[in-house]
């Protein structure tokens, strides 16, 4: 084989290697609802200004070292003023505009048209999820039911320690915490199920306490959560 052959070998599994966590169940760069799209665009964003940046640095740096008489007639003064303030400050700036700009987009404001509430509860190690919506008693474990393309409110709390609700390709990471409810706002945007994990430790448990939401078509949604929830009582 030859040399280039296997040069191009190891890039590719090199490459590969390196965008296999780019994608699966648990991806944040695969955003299934405008709230993890906002994250995941902040991630882009991020990484662009990185590869940038990083691409500034590695020039000017190998210009430094075999085109040394270009950089000469820059002084000590301007590197500091404009390579270490100017330029920092202009990027933090961008960043922050940006972080605000789609932070601001998974606040859940309170709307005109009150979105579909459901509870989420941690606890050693399950997630418990009930219904406010549903008369009775209501409650399905590891399992979320959602209707797709509705605005759904995910009121998190916790009966024991610390735990995060997080299902990455919805939105983001919220604590649940006892005595107090935080609520992270969501949309699937199809019909699907989506993978969902603990993710504040929590002790031993924590690895195994997972959770699923399943997104319904909007008009089988009563039907299906009706389903779940006598099938949980006769477990
Ligand atoms: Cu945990």
Known sequence: MSRSAIKRICVLGVTGLLTAGCTGPLSTLEPA????????????????GSVVLFAIVIGLF???????????GISARNWILHGGITMSS?????LLVAAFVLGERLVARPLADPPLAVQANGRMWVWEF??????GPSLTTNVLHIPAGEIVDVRVTSSD????????????KIDAVPGHENVVRLTAER?????????????????????????????????????????????
């Not at 430094?64 to 270009?70: I, T, V």
């Not at 320690?161 to 983001?172: C, D, E, K, Q, Y």
Request: net charge negative; hydrophobic share 50%; glycine share 6%.
């Open 33 to 48: 609802g405008p709230a993890a799209a906002s994250i995941a665009l902040l991630w882009w964003i991020m990484l662009a």
């Open 90 to 94: 202009v990027v933090i700036l961008l």
């Open 161 to 172: 320690v610390i735990h995060s609700f997080w299902s990455p390709r919805l939105a983001g």
């Open 191 to 235: 019909p699907g199920t989506y993978r969902g994990v603990c993710a504040e430790f929590c002790g031993v448990g924590h690895t195994q306490m997972h959770f699923t939401v399943i997104a319904h078509p909007p008009e089988a949604y009563e039907q299906a959560l009706a389903d779940a929830i006598a099938a949980e009582t006769t477990e």
């Open 62 to 72: 190998t210009l430094a070292f075999y085109r040394p008489a270009w950089l000469a």
């Open 130 to 135: 009930s219904y406010p919506s549903v008369e």
